[in-house]
């Protein structure tokens, strides 16, 4: 079966940074993407990978390993507003998304 | 600048009514989805589709119909509500596939089923 693996919750201080982990197994693999969806609103787009190696977009980086089936979100100089859920979601050889449950993310000041 | 729009937002049904779900976007985009999200899963998609006049199932499409007569409008529709259904719905659209890039998502709608 096609699964993809994210921790349910986690705490952050403003001001630090938090990883936050994605391990997939799907049918095949054609790319990566991370969405953030704050309570009660739409997900929006943050990044997409399907090479090995990272990407950088300002304060958030997504980091894959294709042979290890891994991804993390990286986010620095954490904001109040980063509280927010965070989506991983893998296209797999059918090119069908294959969604996680998303990670909860908690900001403390 | 609307994107994509939900409605209605918010709705309670009893077991066996029926209701619709609109969805409508301004982007000109061909792909449209409807999704559902329960607590402690992932987004589990219902229907697609790929172009006016087109609609095909995705995940869990069993209790649900939707129709796409228009490009900009992508409606689902509840025959028969159970409980099961209780869920937040949400639409999507994408210029191309689902797995092909960015999905710009509505506001969702929260249905419960008493």
């Known amino acids: 079966g096609q699964n993809i693996d994210q921790p349910t919750e986690m705490t952050a201080t403003e001001g630090a940074i938090v990883q936050i982990n994605c391990t997939y197994q799907?049918?095949?693999?054609?790319?990566l993407f991370w969405y953030q969806q704050h309570a009660g609103e739409a997900p929006t787009f943050l990044s997409y990978?399907?090479l090995d190696g990272l990407e950088e977009k300002g304060r958030f980086s997504s980091f894959l390993s294709r042979s290890k089936g891994y991804s993390y979100l990286l986010l620095k100089e954490l904001q109040m507003k980063d509280s927010a859920s965070y989506l991983c979601?893998?296209?797999?050889?059918?090119?069908?998304?294959?969604w996680g449950a998303g990670t909860k993310l908690i900001i403390k000041p | 600048n609307a994107g994509v729009t939900q409605t209605p937002k918010f709705r309670v049904l009893k077991t066996g009514q029926s209701m619709t779900l609109l969805c409508a976007q301004d982007?000109?985009?061909?792909?449209m989805y409807w999704y559902r999200q329960d607590p402690g899963m992932g987004l589990r998609l219902i229907h697609y589709s790929v172009g006016e006049g087109t609609t095909a199932k995705g995940e869990v499409p069993d209790g649900y119909n939707v129709s796409r007569l228009k490009k900009q409008n992508f409606l689902l529709g509840l025959e028969s509500a159970a409980p099961s259904q209780t869920s937040v719905y949400f639409c999507?659209?994408?210029?191309?596939?689902?797995?092909?890039?960015?999905?710009?998502f509505g506001e969702g709608s929260r249905l419960t089923v008493l």
């Open positions: 799907t049918s095949g693999f054609n790319g």
């Open positions: 982007m000109n985009h061909e792909y």
């Open positions: 979601a893998v296209r797999d050889s059918n090119y069908q998304l294959i």
């Open positions: 990978n399907v």
């Open positions: 999507a659209s994408s210029l191309a596939g689902e797995g092909s890039g960015e999905l710009f």
